[in-house]
């Protein structure tokens, strides 16, 4: 018996110092997404918007299970190269990524996809579980036995995530079919739920009688309580029969949300019309990320004219000859594009240096300022402090991690990296059966 899923999505900016929505979100009956830019970095909505852009091209579509799974990981793999390329045109986004979480339904059937530390939960039969592992560096010591779940929950580096959708070819996403049933309640959420609310409290929340508008917005209400200093996104789910009266039309929220409403024309002009469908929706969305101009309209010297919603005045010069004057014009727009181009290099540069991360400096464990790339001949990072630890002495897990470089969200953290990379050596050296200090 076919199925469909009734849905709802909400998106709060959180009680943080962040004065935008890095989180975005797309639902409807065929598909749920929600993608976590990553904080502390470069365009973080744009990465998110992007992905959610993307993938929302799959709505409305039907495929069998093995099409459908298919579907899902090149949707992701486009979105992932979309990243790439727009990085590597605007220098202001290098650095971004984000996590995705993703559902397509395929039949009775849902194909899922998921990278970072955004979380899939099911509720069935009353049973409360988590669908998806985290690709994070906690998790990672949980799998290993380092780490008890109960310290996970509080580990100073929860947040630090080992995968996530970046522009790299390896940035692949957990791809996995599960049957649906109906009756099956589903949440995705942003780490701005899952890092400040106790998973008994959502647990509680999800089991508990409601719409999923009203389980939505309890799941909002209560990450506020816990006083949640990230975004803080949630679609919440459940699976009916097809046959069932249902809301066909999307939900997008977030950052998605606000790139997909366009700037408002000049009063006298006509209207555009709202794409209505999934993919016009999509369509435009991408546009928007991807910050295509406008058509051009013609410009004559001395009139206004109109970019964006804003009107600005071309530049006059007194006692212009015809030909000088066009000269002029060119010249001084060249001259405010190349300002434009030299500021954003600056920008970006000084972005790359309020960054920090922690790495191997002669053999030592060293925290480093800045980014680990370079541009051309010029260094984005910079030696802040050498630690005395040895990176040879380091447990093998952590002394890849530190080869490959660990990233920080600013110098304290850093800091407090480095001391659990204390932390544990102390544990290696102590653990006389040798299993921590693995060569």
């Not at 390329?85 to 397509?104: H, K, S, Y």
């Not at 530190?402 to 050296?429: F, G």
Request: with cysteine; aromatic share 4%.
């Amino acid at each position: 018996m076919p199925i469909a899923l009734r849905f709802a999505a909400r998106s709060n900016l959180g009680l943080g110092s962040k004065t935008r929505n890095e989180d975005s979100a797309f639902a409807s009956p065929d598909l749920l997404v929600l993608a976590d830019g990553m904080g502390g970095h470069a365009a973080g909505d744009t990465a998110s918007a992007t992905v959610v852009a993307e993938l929302m091209t799959l709505d409305g579509e039907s495929w069998g299970a093995d099409e459908a799974a298919h579907q899902l990981r090149q949707a992701v793999r486009r979105a992932n190269d979309r990243l790439r390329q727009m990085m590597d045109t605007d220098l202001n986004t290098e650095g971004m990524g984000t996590t995705l979480i993703a559902f397509i339904r395929s039949g009775t059937k849902l194909a899922m996809a998921n990278i970072g530390d955004s979380r899939a939960y099911l509720v069935r039969d009353g049973v409360f579980t988590q669908l998806t592992k985290d690709h994070s560096f906690v998790q990672a010591l949980l799998d290993e036995g380092r780490i008890t779940p109960e310290e996970a929950e509080h580990h100073p580096q929860r947040s630090m995530v080992t995968r996530v959708l970046t522009g790299r070819e390896d940035d692949d996403p957990d791809i996995s079919m599960r049957e649906a049933q109906r009756g099956d309640r589903l949440l995705i959420c942003s780490d701005g739920l899952s890092d400040y609310v106790a998973r008994s409290t959502i647990e509680g929340i999800m089991t508990s009688p409601g719409s999923p508008g009203d389980i939505a917005d309890r799941l909002i209400e209560i990450a506020l309580k816990a006083s949640t200093r990230d975004n803080v996104t949630v679609v919440v789910a459940e699976v009916v029969d097809g046959k069932e009266p249902i809301s066909s039309t999307p939900q997008i929220v977030g950052a998605a949300a606000d790139r997909s409403i366009g700037h408002e024309d000049d009063e006298t002009q006509e209207q555009p019309q709202e794409p209505r469908t999934p993919a016009e929706k999509a369509a435009a969305l991408q546009r928007e990320t991807a910050r295509e101009p406008a058509p051009p309209q013609p410009v004559h010297p001395g009139d206004d004219y109109d970019d964006g919603g804003e009107t600005h005045g071309l530049p006059q010069l007194a006692e212009e000859k015809p030909n000088e004057g066009g000269k002029l014009r060119w010249f001084g727009l060249g001259a405010v594009l190349i300002a434009m181009a030299v500021a954003g290099a600056l920008l970006g540069y000084n972005w790359t240096q309020s960054q920090y991360y922690v790495g191997a400096n002669s053999g030592k464990v060293a925290i480093f300022k800045g980014v680990p790339q370079d541009l051309g001949p010029v260094r984005l990072s910079s030696i802040e402090s050498t630690t005395n630890l040895q990176v040879k002495d380091l447990p093998s897990f952590y002394r890849d991690k530190v080869n490959n470089t660990m990233t920080a969200k600013d110098k304290a953290d850093a800091q407090r990296v480095v001391a659990d990379l204390q932390k544990q050596l102390e544990r290696c050296k102590a653990d006389t059966s040798g299993s921590n200090c693995a060569s």
